[in-house]
């Protein structure tokens, strides 16, 4: 009898013992499975955040882009219409030049230009005595009008602007016989100024304002010219008032003066 009963409660023990490990394995088992949904909840959560994030760098990028790309067609677009502005208002130049060298003056800022050329063109005309060149001397890709005596540029030589409809003379010579201006083929300017047995050349550009900006001056004397010259003092070679060998001098002067003059015929008479 009492053997059947601590076989009966040893029985019951363990029963009891097997079922609190189910309950354990089932708790076990359901804390894990908690974890896991958490776990995979939160992978989702970051891998839908992470494609949100790639989504919205994807749109900032083709927005970047875009922008990029409205950036440079709206330079490009300013470039041509710079660039168109540039060639109409070097028409409208040419039109304006065209009416003074067919003898209409009113354009012209007359205070600006000397009168004997004035009355002499008003009177008589151009007559086949004067020649003229289109050129851009300031650099504005806007030429200018030079005109000058036929092949004597010292006995008149000018050189006009065009401004917003209006004719500027910038300079007018009709005096000076022994010094005169003429243009090179690269767009600077030459004073040459022969006198006393020297002959001086001044290079310099011409500013938008019709200032001028000096380049290089050359001044050669080789031999006396008068009595009161002292033989032991020439020959003469200078470049910006520093005296220089014969063959510095020759060097340079070809460069900056003789190599870039222009040709008769790239100047059209006036009839």
């Known amino acids: 009898m009492r053997k059947n009963k601590l076989f009966t409660i040893t ?67 300013n470039e041509e219409s710079s660039e168109e502005d540039g060639n109409n208002t070097n028409e409208y130049a040419h039109e304006a030049f065209q009416t003074l060298l067919e003898g209409d ?28 060149i289109f050129m851009d001397l300031d650099g504005d890709e806007i030429d200018e009008l030079l005109i000058q005596m036929v092949d004597d540029p010292g006995d008149f030589n000018a050189v006009f602007h065009y401004d917003n409809g209006q004719i500027i003379c910038w300079f007018c010579d009709t005096l000076e016989y022994i010094c005169y201006d003429y243009p090179l083929k690269n767009g600077t300017m030459v004073t040459e100024y022969d006198y006393g047995g020297g002959i001086s050349y001044h290079v310099f550009n011409y500013l938008p304002t019709g200032d001028t900006e000096d380049v290089k001056y050359f001044y050669i004397k080789e031999e006396p010219y008068t009595d009161y010259d002292d033989p032991s003092d020439f020959p003469i070679y200078q470049i910006d008032n520093e005296d220089v060998t014969k063959e510095e001098f020759e060097k340079e002067l070809n460069e900056y003066v003789l190599d870039e003059q222009m040709d008769r015929t790239d100047w059209t008479i006036l009839d």
């Open 11 to 77: 029985i019951i023990c363990l029963g009891l013992v097997t079922a609190c490990t189910d309950q354990g394995n089932d708790n076990l088992k359901g804390n894990k499975s908690a974890i896991e949904d958490t776990g995979n909840s939160e992978i989702e959560e970051k891998a839908d955040a992470a494609d949100s994030d790639s989504s919205e760098l994807e749109d900032k990028s083709d927005t970047a882009g875009t922008s990029s790309t409205k950036a440079e067609d709206s330079t490009l677009a």
């Open 105 to 132: 003056f009113k354009l012209l800022d007359l205070t600006t230009v000397d009168g004997i050329f004035v009355d002499d063109i008003t009177e008589n005309g151009w007559g086949g005595n004067y020649e003229y």
